[in-house]
């Protein structure tokens, strides 16, 4: 949002985002008078968006302000954050998904009919001039149960994850990411 400025008086922007029953998800204050303001968020889902724009100062003024709303898509197909909605894979199929939005877990549930080693790979991880993945794999039990983990150890780095299994049935995994970034990049997981 730019805003209009005066020598008497500026006004102290704040924008408020709210969802499609008027919940209010975000907001972006001004750090002082006749400051632009500017929003950035991740939006998990679809849907109608509302913008609430206001003054801090309570001013009135007879110049306009601009207003300019950008939307830059991502399509992620598996569900975020829920290990009871996690998406079924296959041994040996490679997996490709976004972390998104900031914050996300991507789950899967994989069934292993043998007792015996399971590795996964966490593998072109995201990278940028502006940030990169630390990536993380939780490994949890048929009752969701959490067993074990393994982070990267640094930034941009792959993972690779080893565990004994006793007993077959449903295994599954959690990605993320411990910058608790969101990335238009894909990773790549695999289970053998």
């Known amino acids: 949002m730019n805003v209009p400025k ?4 500026s006004m102290k922007g704040r924008i408020d985002l709210y969802g499609k ?3 209010w998800i975000a907001r972006k204050d001004a750090e002082n008078a006749g400051d632009n303001v500017t929003l950035n968020l991740d939006l998990g889902s679809p849907g109608w ?3 609430g ?4 100062n309570s001013g009135s003024y007879n110049q306009t302000y601009e207003l300019q709303a950008d939307f830059e898509p991502v399509v ?7 290990i009871g909605d996690a998406t079924g894979i296959q041994l040996e199929n490679e997996t490709a998904a976004f972390i998104f939005p900031a914050g996300d877990v991507d789950f899967y549930k994989i069934y292993i009919d043998q007792s015996g080693s399971i590795q996964a790979s966490l593998d072109s991880v995201p990278q940028s001039t502006k940030a990169s993945m630390k990536g993380r794999i939780d490994f949890y039990g048929k009752n969701f149960n959490w067993i ?5 150890e640094k930034a941009g780095d792959s993972v690779a994850f080893k565990a004994d299994i006793a007993k077959p049935g449903w ?7 411990l910058n608790g970034g969101s990335y238009d990049e894909e990773y790549t997981f695999k289970v053998a």
């Open 53 to 56: 724009l206001g003054d801090l």
């Open 148 to 152: 074990d983990r393994k982070d990267a």
């Open 21 to 23: 029953n008027m919940n």
């Open 6 to 9: 005066s020598t008497a008086l």
């Open 49 to 51: 968006y509302y913008l």
């Open 171 to 177: 295994y599954y995994f959690g990605i993320s990411d």
């Open 76 to 82: 992620d197909d598996e569900p975020n954050s829920e």
